[in-house]
């Protein structure tokens, strides 16, 4: 059963919006290496602004996404790509379908 899932939104810089949408188009091949991750979605909210909405069957999971590949390469190209820290919320998901 899904319980938990997390929510991160990054804003590009101007002029690598491109290059943001284009690591998370890429980064859909890590999540799928992950055993815990249920669901994954990579999405475009307006010109500069991305996220990445998932979900794990508990708190197992969310923990090993956070230390996961994808956060990591996040991280690591943030200072190049991104206006700001990403923001990541913790969610507990209370009904799916």
Known sequence: ???KGLLATVVAKEGKEKEVETFLENA???AKKEDKTI????FKMDAETFGIFDTFEGEEGQKAHLNGE???KLMESAKD???ATPNISKIDILAAK
């Open 1 to 3: 059963m899904i319980k």
């Open 39 to 42: 669901h994954w979605f990579a």
């Open 70 to 72: 994808i956060a990591k």
């Open 81 to 83: 790509l991104l206006r």
């Open 28 to 30: 859909v091949e890590m």
